[in-house]
C-alpha cells in the first residue's frame, strides 16, 4: 500500500498478486467494503505469460485518467499476475485530466516499488511413470533441470507429476528420453 496526495485529494494505492479474475474481484469487494466513504476505486490488472487477459476502470473518473495509467505502469514494470486498485478520497478541488493521470500513475509507482515482486519460471507440466528402482536417476534428471515437483506418488511403481521450466524442456526432455522404462505424458 501506498499513498499520493495532491491537492487535498488522496489517491491510496494497494498492489496483488493475482491468479484469477476471481481473485481480482474479492480484493476489490473487500476494499470497497473498507473504504466506503472513498469517491473512486479505480483499478487494472493483467494475468497469463501471453499478455491478452488485462482489464482497467476508470470507476467514474474521466475516460482514460485512471485505469489507463495504472495498466501502464504495470506494464511498464514488465509484470504479469498483478492488481493495482487505487481508492480516492475527493479533496475538493479538481485536478483536471492530466493532474489524475499523474495522480494515479504516481500512487501506482508508489505501491508497486513497495510491493515485493516475485519472478516465477514458466513451466509445463510432465507426468513420469516409472518403476520404483529407477527413482534416483529420475530425480536426478528433475534436479538437473530445476523442474518443480508438483504431486508425487511412490510405490512399487512411482507417479510423480512435475513442473518442467520452459527454457529447459528440450533439453530435459531430452535426458529423461534416455532413461528406458519412464512414460512421459504432458499435462
Known sequence: MAEFKDRGSRFIAYAYP????????????ELKEEHPK?????????????????RSGDDGEPSGSAGKPI???IDSKGL?????IVVRYFGGTLLGVPGLINAYKTATSFAIQLTPIIQKPIVQDYTLEFAYDLMNEVMIVVK??????LHNEMQLFCNLKIGVPKAEEPYFLQRIGDLHGVEVRKG
Open 80 to 84: 504479469t499476475n498483478t492488481a493495482v
Open 71 to 73: 495498466l501502464n505502469t
Open 18 to 29: 493475482i491468479q484469477s479474475v476471481e481473485e481480482f474481484k474479492k480484493r476489490i469487494k
Open 38 to 54: 472513498a469517491v473512486h476505486h479505480c483499478f487494472a490488472y493483467r494475468l497469463g505469460t501471453d499478455g491478452n487477459n488485462f
Open 144 to 149: 538437473k533441470f530445476n523442474c518443480i515437483v
